[in-house]
């Protein structure tokens, strides 16, 4: 799990950086979880993005 501060910035990242693409999306009312996966590995990334927060992550 990585916490993002900025999941659309995220999002683009992960897809140009190592061509993951969203594979499934869970939104809550103060969250979001985004799993990502390409088409050549089994892993999985989740993204966790907390709606407002105003901070972003330090550690």
Do not use: C
């Amino acid at each position: 799990m990585i916490r993002v501060h900025d999941l659309d910035r995220s999002l683009q990242f992960y897809k140009n950086a190592l061509g993951l693409s969203t594979r499934h999306r869970l939104d809550f009312p103060e969250f979001s979880l985004v799993y990502l996966r390409n088409e050549e590995n089994e892993f999985e990334i989740e993204l966790t993005w907390n709606k407002d927060r105003g901070a972003a992550y330090t550690r």
